[in-house]
């Protein structure tokens, strides 16, 4: 499975961006899909997942704001990021795992897209 993201970017506080994340080769293995991101000095997070299914799970720092959205006839992940601020910059990462819990290790990896939000 190779995930490659796109979307990334510089953005004034208060704006937004959407990141998309395409997968390919054997796609018919992934479940869960998930962004996390990585800031320098900090560990990495999960922001958010979505299963196949459309079950989803979302940061306590980012509900509200974000929204993950797959669409599996197009093997594309997204995560709609609204009223950014500035901690939100990072590395974002896209990643997959072949099956449905999202808060479990994940398998297949992204290289990211940078998110730099100025404030």
């Known amino acids: 499975v190779q995930l490659v993201e796109s979307g990334g970017g510089l953005v004034q506080a208060g704006g937004s961006l959407r990141l998309s994340c395409a997968a390919s080769g054997n796609i018919f293995s992934i479940n869960a899909m998930g962004w996390y991101r990585q800031a320098p000095g900090k560990e990495r997070e999960l922001v958010a997942a979505?299963?196949?299914?459309?079950?989803?799970y979302y940061a306590d720092s980012v509900k509200g704001r974000f929204t993950i959205s797959r669409d599996n006839a197009k093997n594309t992940l997204y995560l709609q990021m609204n009223s950014l601020k500035p901690e939100d910059t990072a590395m974002y990462y896209c990643?997959?795992?072949?099956?449905?819990?999202?808060?479990?290790?994940?398998?297949?990896w992204g290289q990211g897209t940078q998110v730099t939000v100025s404030s």
């Open positions: 990643a997959a795992r072949p099956g449905e819990l999202l808060r479990y290790e994940y398998d297949y």
């Open positions: 979505i299963t196949r299914g459309g079950s989803t």
